[in-house]
């Protein structure tokens, strides 16, 4: 059988904690090949496995360790292809650099999400968003785009949500946090900060989350998206967990159900065919549990390899209609994972043709 020629791709912000699993989940991928880094002057010039602080659980891949990372300046001899997962306060600037400079830039982090030509993808849940990239390209007058997923906060959270608001409509979420260490990047929160400690302040998270998941349960219309019609109160706080932020949620719904309702739009939540036959697609997005304390962090955040919204304690709310208890991979679906299967459907949709 004749094997298809993998398509070379690079990652901005290669040495950091998102970019580490971006290194992790590319080594042996089926379409995409690993042949080029970038990271700050500081990293630049140096191979891969001098400048990266190596922080994952398996080795770095052989095939990166010998990489040299560049700066993250547009000269032409990047892949078109680009995951980014760069410091914040530079992100905007750099990835804007390489989409006009025709890149296709897959965005973890947050400056283009809520810019109305900008797709804020979940496959599994509104793979129609990307098509914004049509009148984004046309009106910025870029060679190239730019393709964003969630915070990884919201994440988790939207895709509760979605079989919850097609089933029965959305009228209210109040979600809580309790989000991971790592969450912080890399050396991320001080020990003394967060040893035996909760922060409840994370700055301009719950803002993030509130309104990233009414434009991911959006409706795409007029060439921008209506954003969904339900309101959102998000508290988030950061806790002493390595992997994986936990949220609590509770929701009133616009049509009645019954707690079986919800665990059928659960257990039958599944994505269109093209999208769950991506390389990197979980097998369930949802995973439901059904013991008294799970999900947990520590047992339950590598379901479906860090790629599921595995949910449990479904039960009714005294206040809303229902509550429950949702737990996601923050660097893996909430970050690494998430770009490459939104870059997976890009390059399945066309969009890097
Ligand atoms: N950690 C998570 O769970 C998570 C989840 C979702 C989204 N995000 C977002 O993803 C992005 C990266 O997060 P992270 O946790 O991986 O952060 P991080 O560990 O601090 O890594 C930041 C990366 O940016 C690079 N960088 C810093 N200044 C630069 C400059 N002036 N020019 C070019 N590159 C520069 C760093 O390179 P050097 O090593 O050379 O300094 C490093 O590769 C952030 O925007 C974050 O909000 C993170």
């Known amino acids: ?3 298809m020629k993998k398509l070379e791709v690079g990652i901005l912000g290669a040495t950091g904690m998102v970019g580490q699993r971006l290194a992790s989940l590319l080594e042996n991928h089926p379409w995409f090949e690993l ?3 970038g990271a700050s002057d500081r990293s630049a010039g140096k191979t891969y496995a001098q400048a990266c602080n190596w922080r ?10 010998d990489l040299t990372v560049h700066e993250c300046v547009p000269d032409g001899k990047a892949p078109q292809l680009l995951f980014a997962s760069l410091d914040g306060k530079v992100a905007a600037e750099v990835e804007g650099a390489f989409a006009r400079a025709g890149h296709a830039v897959v965005s973890n982090s947050s400056f283009y999400r809520m810019e109305p030509d900008v797709p804020l993808v979940i496959p599994e849940v509104n793979p129609d968003h990307l098509m914004l990239v049509r009148s984004q390209r046309r009106e910025r007058n870029w060679n190239g785009m730019i393709v964003t997923n969630p915070n990884y906060t919201t ?3 939207a895709m509760s949500l979605a079989p919850i608001e097609r089933g029965f409509g959305l009228d209210k979420v109040m979600m809580t946090s309790m989000q991971a260490v790592s969450g912080a990047g890399y050396p991320g929160v001080p020990t003394l ?5 909760v922060i409840p302040h994370i700055g301009g998270e719950e803002e993030k989350v509130e309104r990233e998941t009414q434009k991911l349960l959006g409706i795409l219309s007029d060439g921008g998206v209506q954003p969904g019609r339900f309101a959102v109160s998000a508290q988030c706080n ?3 967990v390595e992997n994986g932020h936990t949220e609590t949620v509770s929701v009133a719904l616009r049509r009645k159900a019954s707690r079986e309702d919800l665990l059928a739009a659960w257990r039958e939540f599944m994505p ?3 999208v769950h036959r991506l390389p990197s697609a979980p097998g369930r997005p949802v995973v439901l549990r059904d013991e008294a304390d799970r999900p947990q962090p520590r047992f339950d955040v590598n379901t479906e390899h860090g790629m599921a919204a595995v949910i449990g304690r479904l039960r ?9 208890v949702v737990l996601s991979h923050n660097t893996i679906r909430g970050a690494a994972g998430a770009a490459l299967l939104n870059a997976e459907l890009m390059k399945a949709e066309g969009y890097l043709d």
Not at 57 to 63: F, I, L, Q
Not at 316 to 324: G, H, M, S, T
């Open 193 to 197: 900060d967060i040893l035996g400690n």
């Open 272 to 274: 269109a065919p093209e």
């Open 238 to 240: 950061r806790v002493m």
């Open 1 to 3: 059988m004749k094997r």
């Open 56 to 65: 994952l659980e398996h080795p770095m891949p052989t095939a990166a360790r």
């Open 316 to 324: 009714p709310c005294p206040v809303l209609d229902f509550k429950y």
């Open 35 to 37: 042949a080029w880094l």
């Open 155 to 157: 994440v988790g959270l």
